[in-house]
Each structure stands twice: as structure tokens, then as C-alpha cells.
């Protein structure tokens, strides 16, 4: 172990973004298939359509395993543009799902503050 003075400082923007470029384009296409989806529904709770969700999820993919090629390490990046991406294949039931969450944790505070 060396000691503090030896240590290398952090990264410089630049270099961190050179290293983990695909990775953060996975998690900004994953932000942008998610808004785009939930943007173009007419009913918040139904399927999304198919046409604007699964390619959106498929370019997504594709920039996650090209993060995994180059192998940047940069694993939060592309599981969180995955899971985004994921969850707007599937938006209707994640947001009744955390509608029912949240009523469940408001439900179990109230009852703890009066019980």
C-alpha cells in the first residue's frame, strides 16, 4: 500500500470521459428511451407501444454490450441506461407499482405514528 503522497490524484474530466464514453451514452440513451415512452402514451397505466419502446431498448443494448467490449468498467452506467430502458418496455405496470409502494409506505408510517 503506498503512502498518501504516492497515491494518484483523480482522473481529469477529459480522461474519465474518454474511459467510460459508451457507458454513459448507454445510461443517457436508457434516460432519453424512458422519457420518449412515457412522453408518447396517451394513457399513463397501458403497454407502451412497441415500435417506440423496443427499438429504444434495443439501441440501448446495443451501446451497453459495446461498454462491455471496450471494457470500461463503468457498470453503474450501462445497468442504470438498461434498467431505464427496461422499465419503459414496461412503464404501465412500474408506475402502478411504485403508486402502490408508495400507498403502502404511507399506509405502514401512519399506522406507526398512531399505533
Do not use: N
Not at 399513463?44 to 467490449?69: E, N, Q
Not at 434498467?83 to 408506475?95: D, E, I, K, P, R
Amino acid at each position: 500500500m503506498k503512502p498518501d503522497h504516492l497515491r494518484p490524484g483523480p482522473l481529469p474530466r477529459r480522461v474519465w470521459l474518454d474511459r467510460h464514453a459508451l457507458g454513459l451514452a448507454c445510461l443517457a440513451l436508457g434516460i432519453i428511451a424512458f422519457v420518449v415512452v412515457t412522453v408518447s402514451q396517451d394513457v399513463i397505466w397501458a403497454t407502451p407501444d412497441p415500435r417506440v419502446s423496443v427499438p429504444a431498448f434495443l439501441v440501448t443494448l446495443a451501446a451497453a454490450i459495446a461498454s462491455l467490449a471496450r471494457r470500461e468498467r463503468a457498470v453503474p452506467l450501462w445497468l442504470g441506461g438498461l434498467g431505464c430502458a427496461a422499465a419503459a418496455l414496461v412503464l404501465g405496470w412500474v408506475l402502478m407499482l411504485a403508486a402502490v409502494v408508495v400507498v403502502t409506505v404511507v399506509l405502514i408510517l401512519i399506522l406507526h405514528a398512531v399505533m
